[in-house]
């Protein structure tokens, strides 16, 4: 039992490049998340999906597209890539068919934009 | 949506003595409270959680407290040890499963 895992860990990319980074759970939840993390801001909600197909806005959206083909898995894009996105992104997933329960963390990657 | 307010933004404490960190939320409908470790280089991991129809959970040394009417909750951590150096984040999450994260707080135990 991996958990949630990410690819890749790290990467650096021009100005204007695109990438998509993987997000993979085997834990069978129902829900993924995409966060990027800068100093002393916390974690920001990028984009979330509540099951497979489905796909929402976070708190800070714009420049990521995201897309959930299957239950297990998380894309996050970025097309066109600035250096105010360099970041550490987390994925998330958490499960509960009643309530709100406990997000489990990937283990990051670390974005580089110049 | 929810706006989560976090205090100190650092702390620092010497080994065996409390540490305490508080929150703050907007919304009065958020109803769960999860706290969240993350050692440097680390993924954040969830260390204890509250949910609104309770005032108060305890795990060990660390215990979180809530006030609905004021809304604020807190975590508390007793006899510090070096291995509680890290920074804390708390969080607060309505029915649609967004969580808010506050912004942080770096402890560092002293020796």
């Known amino acids: 039992n991996a958990g949630v895992t990410q690819t890749p860990k790290f990467r650096v990319l021009k100005t204007g490049q695109s990438m998509t980074l993987l997000c993979a759970q085997d834990m069978n939840h129902e829900y993924m998340y995409w966060y990027r993390q800068d100093p002393g801001m916390g974690l920001r909600l990028i984009h979330y999906s509540v099951g497979e197909g489905t796909t929402a806005k976070g708190e800070v959206p714009d420049g990521y597209n995201v897309s959930r083909l299957k239950k297990q898995n998380f894309l996050l894009g970025l097309e066109s890539a600035a250096p105010s996105q360099t970041s550490v992104y987390f994925c998330a997933s958490s499960y509960s068919e009643r309530e709100v329960d406990e997000q489990y963390f990937g283990p990051g990657t670390r974005l580089t934009v110049t | 949506g929810e706006n989560v307010e976090q205090h100190p933004s650092t702390l620092s404490v010497q080994e065996g003595d409390s540490a305490v960190i508080k929150c703050t939320y907007s919304d009065s409908a958020s109803n769960y409270f999860p706290w969240y470790k993350q050692e440097l280089g680390k993924r954040p991991q969830l260390i204890i959680d509250?949910?609104?129809?309770?005032g108060e959970k305890k795990d060990q040394r660390i215990a979180v407290t809530l006030n609905k009417t004021a809304k604020h909750f807190s975590l508390h951590i007793t006899e510090t040890q070096p291995e509680d150096s890290a920074v804390y984040f708390c969080a607060a999450i309505l029915n649609d499963y967004k969580l808010s994260f506050g912004a942080g707080t770096t402890v560092t135990v002293r020796a």
């Open positions: 509250i949910r609104s129809n309770v």
